[in-house]
């Protein structure tokens, strides 16, 4: 297992459309979290699951996004009529509820979005 | 709501000079704190962590001691090198034990040989 993967790496879409980025969680993780980090900022946070349940949302997930997680194992995030204030670098992270110390997460390359 | 504070940078240091970089938290109870590095074109990597007042983290050199008086987790290393230049995030993880994790603006360093 090589860690969280991310697809795709980049992604640059024009105003209006949709786009989809899937992670890959470290395969006996039960928990994938989703960030949002823009240029100069620390990563935000925006949704997680525990396996296949989405636990909880950011306010800043506004209805244009969507996460899922069908079968507990890879996500996706979906971004619907993208606007250029969605440029930003995406993030998944995952981690075992049976670690230690608060179920540290481990992050995946991130997903840059470039909407023009 | 819980926060995490961080000196602005960019910082730039000679090789082998003494680095500090400031971080304070807000949160309610006692959370776990984080630092973690991105060096560039790199995705986050945790550096160290501290679970409970007065623990210190240390990993590569570097450490950090968990202040509760202070609210504070400042990162430290006595000789910084070239190969250290990258952006240092600190973070908290809430007493809830989701994992989430709230980060600060983060902080460029930058060693010049």
């Known amino acids: 297992d090589t860690g969280v993967s991310q697809d795709p790496r980049h992604k640059i879409t024009k105003r209006g459309q949709n786009v989809t980025f899937r992670c890959d969680p470290i395969s006996e993780h039960n928990r994938l979290y989703w960030y949002r980090q823009t240029l100069g900022q620390g990563p935000e946070f925006l949704t997680y699951?525990?396996?296949?349940?989405?636990?909880?949302k950011s306010r800043l997930l506004s209805d244009r996004f969507s996460a899922e997680r069908p079968k507990g194992s890879f996500s996706t995030l979906e971004i619907q009529r993208t606007e250029q204030g969605d440029s930003a670098m995406y993030l998944c992270a995952s981690s075992s509820t049976q670690r230690l110390a608060g179920a540290l997460p481990f992050f995946g390359p991130g997903t840059r979005l470039t909407v023009l | 709501g819980d926060s995490v504070t961080q000196m602005e940078g960019p910082v730039t240091l000679s090789e082998e000079a003494f680095l500090t970089i400031n971080c304070t938290y807000t949160a309610t109870g006692y959370p776990s704190l984080f630092w973690y590095v991105q060096y560039p074109g790199e995705g986050l990597q945790l550096l160290l962590k501290a679970t409970k007042a007065d623990d210190k983290g240390s990993n590569k050199g570097f450490e950090a001691t968990y202040r509760k008086e202070t609210t504070s987790f400042h990162l430290e290393k006595g000789s910084v090198q070239v190969s250290d230049s990258a952006v240092y995030f600190c973070a908290l993880s809430a007493i809830s034990n989701t994992g989430k994790l709230i980060f600060g603006q983060g902080t460029t360093l930058q060693v010049k040989p």
């Open positions: 699951f525990q396996n296949e349940a989405q636990l909880e």
